[in-house]
């Protein structure tokens, strides 16, 4: 499954092993998810990085990029880039952006202004509790006698 996941997602599933979206760095190491990135959203992880509430050395940014660089699809988008709904959060736009170009299956969030747009946008903008439901379901269905791995 090909998804763009925000910013706040990427960063919490880099950063909090015990947190609710932890689970997302096995999935897209083990294959179940292929993240998509774009020179702005991958410039915008680099800028969070560094932020000093992380307290992260070079080091540590380097370590957590190679846990997730290396398993996503580069993007390139049109120029101009795909024409997308007006996002109340002008921030989010790259996001939008990313999941047409890329032809995502999903995007990933957990920010209402980008949730207020699933209803129209071509994309399913899910929640990360949505989005391994559907990873869940789609599991039982390739694999019958498979319980929850996720």
Same mark, same amino acid.
């Given at each position: 499954? /090909?998804? #763009? !996941?925000?910013?706040?997602?990427? #960063?919490?599933?880099?950063?909090?092993?015990?947190? @609710?979206?932890?689970?997302?760095?096995?999935?897209? @190491?083990?294959?179940?998810?292929? =993240?998509?990135?774009?020179?702005?959203?991958?410039?915008?992880?680099? /800028?969070?990085? @560094?932020? =000093?509430? %992380?307290?992260?050395t070079t080091a540590e940014r380097d370590d957590l990029l190679a846990d997730v +660089? =290396? %398993? *996503?699809?580069?993007v390139t988008l049109d120029d101009p880039p795909a024409n997308v709904p007006s *996002? /109340?959060?002008?921030?989010?736009?790259?996001?939008?952006?990313?999941?047409? $170009?890329?032809?995502?299956?999903?995007?990933?969030?957990?920010?209402?202004?980008?949730?207020? +747009?699933? =209803? &129209? %946008?071509?994309?399913?903008?899910?929640?990360? &509790? @949505?989005?391994?439901?559907? !990873?869940? $379901?789609?599991?039982?269905?390739?694999?019958?006698? *498979?319980?929850?791995?996720?």
């Amino acid at each position: 499954m /090909r998804v #763009v !996941l925000d910013t706040n997602v990427l #960063v919490s599933a880099l950063l909090f092993s015990r947190g @609710q979206v932890s689970w997302l760095r096995p999935a897209w @190491q083990d294959g179940g998810l292929r =993240p998509l990135v774009s020179k702005a959203t991958a410039t915008e992880l680099l /800028r969070v990085l @560094q932020y =000093p509430k %992380f307290r992260l050395t070079t080091a540590e940014r380097d370590d957590l990029l190679a846990d997730v +660089l =290396p %398993f *996503c699809e580069t993007v390139t988008l049109d120029d101009p880039p795909a024409n997308v709904p007006s *996002c /109340r959060d002008p921030h989010d736009t790259k996001f939008l952006e990313l999941a047409l $170009a890329g032809g995502a299956d999903a995007l990933v969030t957990g920010d209402a202004d980008l949730l207020a +747009l699933a =209803p &129209a %946008f071509a994309v399913p903008i899910v929640t990360p &509790a @949505q989005l391994k439901e559907r !990873l869940r $379901a789609a599991r039982r269905r390739d694999s019958p006698g *498979c319980a929850d791995g996720i």
